[in-house]
């Protein structure tokens, strides 16, 4: 056995995995922007006094939550269609599971942050002739949000990782680019090695920028 | 102003009103005393119905707080409140504090908003600190902003809930100015209050919550000189031994 490593196969790698790269970042970003639609929606209906519409939060985050993701993508990808005859593409597939998927996790981080509001805040709120719905707006809301900020960014980094297990049903994200450079090299050293490092750059990227909205956020608007 | 019959309050199986009859005239000052739990607090809070009642009805400004026609954002733009502990808002500079109701329940234009906003922090000694965010404020300071605060929606009366009780004792004088200048303009008060020099001084009337009930009620000057109920002359004994 003689194995020698090649920084040139890095080299010639890392190119070739940018078609990857770019599927990886639309699905990460666009999964999480409905993502974080469904979970404030989801989380703040967590907190609704309606028994019903709180018990449907609890039924959506539960279910998304207990079961693993992957099962998720092939249910959706490979079950919903049997039964709809409906068909979905599998870039649109990964999208809609990793938004369904961050969702449930985002509804827990928003319903935690909104309930660490203190009820004061609330009260004065309402106190002052503002609706309920206005004091969440104008009141709840932005301080709740600085405290979503570093479990929204976990959040962001797990869903960025989750995309690679669409690999199963076909998206030509990253990890799938690496696979496919390996069938024709069969470097898996480096070309795995150059996929995690991919990985950890966009990981950091996310870190990095969310410390920043955080130290902005602090900046500008007290504590 | 304010007519409260036969209010009733539970929390759960404990009963803490139990059957309080108030009535407060315009430009009345009225500071309510009492030991804690007595039930004054939550008095204070059914008025503006941060708290909701069990039975009994209360009218403010002649709307019945229970009616479903009457709307009950309006009834707290009316009835001013100030908290223990200023409930003011971290986010928001403290003029931002002060013109948000009117910008968004008023409808007043930012122009108008800042400029009784201002107005407003002149008159509670804070001219300065328009623009500082909440937390660079001492206590006594939140609380004077919190008055602005609630005067910034016009309100007809303010409810006061132990306004100085959560500050430092060096800064409970700069509140009790406040509010004092505010009873000398004629705004209608409900004060709870464990200030008995302010009470003394500034109340129309005092009233002795205990135990739920209104033990006793009168101008100041005989309560406190002529305590009738045991109760009250006990309580008296005790706050005036620590203050």
């Known amino acids: 056995m003689s194995f020698q490593f090649e920084t040139k196969v890095m080299g010639e790698t890392l190119p070739l995995l940018m078609s990857g790269v770019k599927l990886t970042v639309i699905i990460t970003l666009s999964g999480l922007l409905i993502g974080f639609v469904l979970g404030a929606g989801f989380g703040l209906l967590k907190l609704s006094p309606r028994l019903w519409l709180k018990r449907l939060a609890g039924i959506y985050v539960e279910t998304v939550r207990g079961t693993p993701l992957i099962v998720q993508v092939m249910f959706l990808y490979f079950g919903l269609p049997m039964a709809t005859g409906l068909r979905i593409p599998p870039l649109a597939a990964g999208i809609i599971a990793i938004a369904i998927n961050s969702g449930a996790y985002i509804a827990e981080i928003v319903r935690g942050a909104v309930q660490s509001i203190d009820r004061g805040q609330m009260e004065a709120g309402r106190s002052i002739g503002l609706t309920k719905g206005q004091t969440m707006l104008y009141v709840i809301w932005p301080q709740a949000f600085k405290r979503m900020i570093p479990p929204l960014g976990n959040q962001f980094i797990i869903s960025l990782k989750d995309t690679s297990l669409l690999t199963v049903i076909g998206v030509a994200e990253l990890t799938r680019g690496g696979q496919e450079i390996i069938a024709v090299n069969f470097r898996a050293f480096e070309v795995w090695l150059t996929v995690g490092l991919t990985y950890l750059v966009m990981t950091m990227s996310i870190a990095w920028a969310l410390k920043h909205v955080e130290e902005r956020l602090s900046g500008a608007a007290g504590r | ?243």
């Open chain 2, 1 to 243: 102003m304010i007519h409260i019959k036969n209010l009733h309050k539970s929390f759960g199986d404990l009963e803490v009103v139990k059957g309080v009859d108030l009535h407060v005239r315009e430009r009345e000052v009225v500071c309510i005393i009492g030991p804690s739990g007595s039930g004054k607090s939550t008095v204070l809070r059914c008025i503006n119905r941060l708290e909701e009642i069990t039975s009994g009805s209360i009218v403010v400004d002649n709307h019945d707080l229970y009616d479903p026609t009457t709307d009950i954002n309006d009834i707290r733009t009316e009835a001013g409140m100030v908290f223990q502990q200023f409930n003011l808002f971290p986010h928001l500079s403290v003029l931002d504090n002060i013109c948000l109701g009117p910008l968004k329940v008023r409808k007043l234009t930012r122009k108008e908003a800042e400029l009784l906003g201002r107005q407003l922090l002149a008159k509670v000694g804070l001219a300065e600190k328009a623009d500082v965010y909440p937390d660079q404020l001492s206590g006594g300071q939140k609380q004077r902003v919190a008055i602005a605060r609630a005067l910034a929606l016009q309100p007809k009366v303010i409810l006061f809930d132990e306004p100085t009780s959560a500050l430092d004792p060096e800064l409970v004088g700069e509140v009790l100015e406040v509010m004092k200048k505010l009873a000398q303009e004629g705004m209608t008060m409900v004060v709870v209050t464990h200030e008995m020099g302010f009470a003394q001084e500034v109340a129309d009337r005092v009233i002795f919550f205990d135990q739920g009930v209104i033990k006793e009620e009168g101008v100041p000057r005989e309560l406190f000189a002529n305590p009738k109920e045991p109760r009250l002359r006990d309580f008296l004994g005790k706050v005036i031994a620590h203050g």
